[in-house]
Structure formats: C-alpha cells, structure tokens
C-alpha cells in the first residue's frame, strides 16, 4: 500500500503530499519491474519471449515518465532541474557547475515554440 513508508504522522500530512508519496512509490515499483523485465529479456533463451518481456519493459519506461511529468507539473523547483539536466548532451557534471555558479540556463539556449513563431514572423516581415 502507498501509505505504507510514511515517515510523519498522515494526519500532519497534506493532501499534495500524500498524492507525491503515491506517485514517488509508484515510481519506484516501475523502476523496479523495469530492472526485473530487462533481467528476464537478458535470461530468456526463446526470441518471441526476449521480445514480449522487452514490451513489458518498456511499458513500465512509460509509466515512470508519466508519474515524473504529474510530479513536474506540481513542483516548480524538480522542472527546473528536469530542465536543466534533461535533453542535452552536455557534461552533466558541467551542467551542475553552471548552475551552481548562476550561470546560463538551458532555456536561454533552446528555442521553444513562441520563439521560434516570433523569429519566423520577423523574417516574413523583413525586420
């Protein structure tokens, strides 16, 4: 059960953070049948089994990201890091050290979709 790992009392708890703890244990037991599927696809000696267990897998790939998108769009400080550490083939370590050091972030690097409208419009315009 979810409840179950509570380190506080649950009636000192709120709601929101009864719904993480959910989520952050759900992660977990996804992490986990992610390990024992991809220990079961290296084990199995039949193919069409190697390839149904690496569906299953990869199912449970889907579900961590799914609850890790719920928890981002609920705290603004795991975005931030998400957004920081995520989709980028720099150094990880260097990535750390520019942060720590208020350095560029990476949204100042990457276009989004505005931008990208804005700087297409200008040179329609000419501008």
Same mark, same amino acid.
């Given at each position: &059960?979810?409840?179950?790992?509570?380190?506080?009392?649950?009636?000192?708890?709120?709601?929101?953070?009864?719904? +993480?703890?959910?989520?952050?244990?759900? &992660?977990?037991?996804?992490?986990?049948?992610?390990?024992?599927?991809?220990?079961?696809?290296?084990?199995?000696?039949? %193919?069409?089994?190697?390839?149904?267990?690496?569906?299953?897998?990869?199912? #449970?790939? %889907?579900?961590?990201? &799914?609850?890790?998108?719920?928890?981002?769009?609920?705290?603004?400080?795991?975005? $931030? +890091?998400?957004?920081?550490?995520? +989709?980028?083939?720099?150094?990880?370590?260097?990535? #750390?050290?520019?942060?720590?050091? $208020? $350095?560029?972030?990476?949204?100042?690097?990457?276009?989004?979709? $505005?931008?990208?409208? %804005?700087?297409?419009?200008?040179?329609?315009?000419?501008?």
């Amino acid at each position: &059960m979810s409840s179950e790992g509570l380190h506080e009392p649950r009636e000192k708890l709120l709601s929101q953070t009864i719904d +993480f703890h959910r989520a952050v244990v759900s &992660m977990k037991e996804e992490l986990e049948a992610l390990d024992w599927y991809q220990q079961r696809v290296d084990a199995a000696e039949d %193919e069409e089994l190697k390839r149904i267990l690496a569906h299953h897998r990869d199912e #449970e790939k %889907e579900h961590f990201v &799914m609850l890790l998108e719920w928890l981002r769009r609920r705290d603004p400080v795991l975005s $931030g +890091f998400l957004k920081t550490y995520l +989709f980028t083939d720099a150094d990880i370590t260097t990535l #750390e050290a520019l942060e720590e050091q $208020g $350095g560029p972030s990476r949204e100042a690097e990457i276009p989004s979709v $505005g931008s990208l409208k %804005e700087e297409s419009s200008d040179k329609i315009s000419g501008s």
